[in-house]
């Protein structure tokens, strides 16, 4: 059976390649039309392709010998050769018949009918003036050279030659820091200028310091690689390399990619900069501690001072040890963190980091000021990767589990929600490929997860997202609908976002499904009867008089602060988004949230403003 299905697929059709608009243009050619004299042989034994560069001398003459047209300087022409890429330029439809057909270093005589040059209907490149084109024309070709080239613009206007490979993946790019050789010539090779003795030309990428078509080029080089950059006069811009540019059609660069340093602007603003000083071992970023790790680093830290003041070394500070810390822990300052992460095993970066990224918001060292920029020179010595759960049983993932679960808890503790949030939802997520196999087994991982989406909820309650928080606890209530702690913790991020109803509906199911929860969800009953009397209390005084007018006037209302005065526009819109709720639920949930009831300017503005007025009996009331 296996070889009957085998012998059925191989003969499955294949799906036909596309015909590219120069293979409908080949089908033109009628016999005689196009004719090759060899004049001289050229020397190898392969051809020109697709893909390739050739670069050639044409002269044009006509049947009689007369010179119509010329790239040799002999016969009026610039001395520049013509380049172009098959199956990628536009050619006339002879030369891109006969070139494939020349070797290396061979000039041949083409005769030409004129549709098979400027005469052809639709010829994509269009005829000089007063060019014969009507007329049966020779055409002299020198292929010079071709080669494999990489299209590095679509338009053809810099290309690039690879002399000798490279080594490794990478490439430069903005803003990593650039030291190579490199020279320059004319189409026709004179040359223009050279940079290959001394020091390597050092350049900052994306910085402007060499020609636009130059940077496109070695973007696409890797460290060691040797290659010619062919760059047409549109990708010629100044630069302290090549200042002057005018004259030019195109230039050829050869260059060698001594080394680049990678430089990585963490944070898109020129704020936090990690550049690597020494390569470390493995692919990046593949063999990076992107994922929480025990990591282990040396570091100096310096003030950006014009001493660059040392405020701590672990090679003098620590005895010679290293510091050791866990990734995602918020063990570290958040800018340390981050360009950890980014780094190889045995890799030395510097990075320069601004205070809310480093000790503002982080335990400061006594010799650090408030405010101040800092430098950290690491070299990370390595890293251990978490434990995977594969393969362990129910109790040691369970264990695994709550190691995790209550440094979210410390986290959580210290206000890092942010961070403690990711803990319990990394336990989540793995929790999607454990299969308890005992009714035992199945309630504890019920409850522990249970636990952990009511963590996620307290978190997202504290970040001031209530939707988000409301949408973990209903996990819970899916999962078990008389949850009482779901039902508390929902009703309190309810509550939050103003939707007093739905939060009473859930304090009061907790007392109908948990007698024992009666004490907090009074509680909470009574939080909530407050909070609905302060919202109607500043409802009643900011729309004080709206509705005593007759239709067709506008109540001018007159709103008073505490002082007696009167109220700004712009304090007015402050009272309005004032935090209605005690900060320990959250403060910014109905700014996180957006406006929920879509009621025009009024309830966008204030989304509890329904309820209020309903309260109020000014449900069904027109604002005319």
């Given at each position: 059976m296996a070889s009957e299905e085998d012998t059925e697929q191989s003969y499955v059709p294949q799906k036909k390649k596309s015909e590219s608009e120069d293979d409908k243009r080949r089908k033109k050619i009628v016999p005689g039309s196009l004719m090759k004299a060899l004049m001289r042989p050229g020397g190898g034994e392969s051809n020109p392709s697709d893909g390739d560069q050739i670069i050639y001398h044409c002269t044009v003459r006509t049947l009689d010998g007369v010179v119509v047209e010329s790239t040799r300087s002999e016969h009026g022409g610039k001395g520049i050769p013509i380049r172009n890429v098959l199956g990628k330029s536009k050619m006339m439809l002879g030369l891109l018949e006969g070139i494939p057909t020349m070797l290396k270093g061979e000039v041949a005589m083409f005769k030409m009918m004129p549709q098979m040059?400027?005469?052809?209907?639709?010829?994509?490149?269009p005829a000089p003036s007063s060019f014969p084109k009507e007329d049966d024309l020779h055409f002299e070709i020198e292929l010079i050279d071709f080669s494999k080239a990489k299209v590095v613009s679509d338009d053809l206007g810099v290309l690039k030659k690879v002399i000798d490979e490279g080594q490794g993946w990478e490439s430069p790019r903005e803003p990593y820091e650039v030291k190579a050789w490199i020279s320059?010539?004319?189409?026709?090779?004179?040359?223009?200028?050279s940079h290959t003795e001394g020091e390597p030309y050092f350049f900052t990428f994306g910085k402007c310091e060499v020609p636009k078509g130059l940077e496109m080029g070695i973007g696409t080089m890797t460290r060691k690689e040797k290659a010619v950059v062919y760059v047409t006069n549109q990708y010629l811009t100044?630069?302290?390399l090549l200042p002057m540019i005018e004259g030019y059609e195109e230039v050829h660069f050869e260059v060698e990619l001594v080394h680049f340093i990678q430089v990585r602007d963490m944070l898109g603003d020129g704020r936090l900069i990690k550049r690597r000083l020494h390569d470390g071992k493995g692919d990046f970023p593949m063999d990076c501690p992107l994922h929480d790790s025990l990591l282990r680093?040396?570091?100096?830290?310096?003030?950006?001072?014009?001493?660059?003041?040392?405020?701590?070394?672990t090679r003098v500070d620590n005895q010679g040890e290293p510091l050791e810390f866990s990734s995602g822990?918020?063990?570290?300052?958040?800018g340390f963190e981050m360009c950890v992460r980014l780094m190889l095993p045995g890799e030395i970066a510097?990075?320069?980091c601004p205070p809310d990224y480093a000790y503002d918001k982080f335990s400061r060292p006594p010799s650090v000021p408030e405010g101040a920029h800092v430098q950290w020179e690491i070299e990370l010595l390595g890293f251990e990767m978490p434990k995977d759960w594969t393969g362990l049983n129910f109790q040691e993932i369970m264990d695994e589990a709550e190691k995790i679960r209550v440094t979210g808890n410390r986290l959580f503790k210290a206000g890092k929600f942010e961070l403690a949030k990711a803990k319990y939802e990394k336990v989540l997520r793995e929790f999607n490929h454990v299969n308890p196999q005992t009714d035992e087994e199945g309630k504890v991982f019920l409850e522990t997860r249970n636990s952990l989406h009511l963590n996620v909820a307290a978190c997202f309650l504290k970040m001031g997202e209530c939707r988000k928080s409301i949408d973990a606890c209903n996990k819970v209530l899916d999962a078990t609908p008389v949850h009482a702690k779901a039902l508390y913790r929902r009703g309190m991020a309810y509550m939050a976002a103003g939707d007093f109803e739905e939060a009473r509906s859930d304090f009061q199911m907790m007392i109908k499904v948990d007698?024992?929860?009666?004490?907090?969800?009074?509680?909470?009953?009574?939080?909530l009867k407050k909070q609905e009397q302060e919202v109607e209390r500043k409802a009643r005084k900011q729309f004080k008089g709206l509705f005593d007018k007759k239709p067709g006037e506008i109540a001018e209302v007159q709103v008073e602060d505490r002082a007696g005065g009167e109220i700004t526009g712009e304090n007015q819109k402050n009272d309005l988004s004032a935090?209605?709720?005690?900060r320990d639920d959250s403060q910014h949930c109905n700014e996180a949230d957006g406006g929920q009831y879509g009621m025009g300017w009024f309830y966008s503005l204030w989304p509890p403003g329904r309820r209020t007025f309903s309260a109020l009996g000014l449900d069904r009331c027109t604002i005319l």
């Amino acid at each position: 059976m296996a070889s009957e299905e085998d012998t059925e697929q191989s003969y499955v059709p294949q799906k036909k390649k596309s015909e590219s608009e120069d293979d409908k243009r080949r089908k033109k050619i009628v016999p005689g039309s196009l004719m090759k004299a060899l004049m001289r042989p050229g020397g190898g034994e392969s051809n020109p392709s697709d893909g390739d560069q050739i670069i050639y001398h044409c002269t044009v003459r006509t049947l009689d010998g007369v010179v119509v047209e010329s790239t040799r300087s002999e016969h009026g022409g610039k001395g520049i050769p013509i380049r172009n890429v098959l199956g990628k330029s536009k050619m006339m439809l002879g030369l891109l018949e006969g070139i494939p057909t020349m070797l290396k270093g061979e000039v041949a005589m083409f005769k030409m009918m004129p549709q098979m040059h400027y005469g052809e209907e639709d010829c994509p490149v269009p005829a000089p003036s007063s060019f014969p084109k009507e007329d049966d024309l020779h055409f002299e070709i020198e292929l010079i050279d071709f080669s494999k080239a990489k299209v590095v613009s679509d338009d053809l206007g810099v290309l690039k030659k690879v002399i000798d490979e490279g080594q490794g993946w990478e490439s430069p790019r903005e803003p990593y820091e650039v030291k190579a050789w490199i020279s320059a010539k004319t189409g026709d090779g004179k040359l223009i200028m050279s940079h290959t003795e001394g020091e390597p030309y050092f350049f900052t990428f994306g910085k402007c310091e060499v020609p636009k078509g130059l940077e496109m080029g070695i973007g696409t080089m890797t460290r060691k690689e040797k290659a010619v950059v062919y760059v047409t006069n549109q990708y010629l811009t100044p630069s302290p390399l090549l200042p002057m540019i005018e004259g030019y059609e195109e230039v050829h660069f050869e260059v060698e990619l001594v080394h680049f340093i990678q430089v990585r602007d963490m944070l898109g603003d020129g704020r936090l900069i990690k550049r690597r000083l020494h390569d470390g071992k493995g692919d990046f970023p593949m063999d990076c501690p992107l994922h929480d790790s025990l990591l282990r680093v040396h570091y100096k830290g310096m003030l950006l001072n014009e001493e660059k003041t040392v405020f701590y070394d672990t090679r003098v500070d620590n005895q010679g040890e290293p510091l050791e810390f866990s990734s995602g822990e918020g063990m570290v300052p958040e800018g340390f963190e981050m360009c950890v992460r980014l780094m190889l095993p045995g890799e030395i970066a510097l990075v320069t980091c601004p205070p809310d990224y480093a000790y503002d918001k982080f335990s400061r060292p006594p010799s650090v000021p408030e405010g101040a920029h800092v430098q950290w020179e690491i070299e990370l010595l390595g890293f251990e990767m978490p434990k995977d759960w594969t393969g362990l049983n129910f109790q040691e993932i369970m264990d695994e589990a709550e190691k995790i679960r209550v440094t979210g808890n410390r986290l959580f503790k210290a206000g890092k929600f942010e961070l403690a949030k990711a803990k319990y939802e990394k336990v989540l997520r793995e929790f999607n490929h454990v299969n308890p196999q005992t009714d035992e087994e199945g309630k504890v991982f019920l409850e522990t997860r249970n636990s952990l989406h009511l963590n996620v909820a307290a978190c997202f309650l504290k970040m001031g997202e209530c939707r988000k928080s409301i949408d973990a606890c209903n996990k819970v209530l899916d999962a078990t609908p008389v949850h009482a702690k779901a039902l508390y913790r929902r009703g309190m991020a309810y509550m939050a976002a103003g939707d007093f109803e739905e939060a009473r509906s859930d304090f009061q199911m907790m007392i109908k499904v948990d007698k024992s929860s009666e004490p907090d969800a009074t509680a909470a009953l009574a939080k909530l009867k407050k909070q609905e009397q302060e919202v109607e209390r500043k409802a009643r005084k900011q729309f004080k008089g709206l509705f005593d007018k007759k239709p067709g006037e506008i109540a001018e209302v007159q709103v008073e602060d505490r002082a007696g005065g009167e109220i700004t526009g712009e304090n007015q819109k402050n009272d309005l988004s004032a935090p209605l709720l005690e900060r320990d639920d959250s403060q910014h949930c109905n700014e996180a949230d957006g406006g929920q009831y879509g009621m025009g300017w009024f309830y966008s503005l204030w989304p509890p403003g329904r309820r209020t007025f309903s309260a109020l009996g000014l449900d069904r009331c027109t604002i005319l």
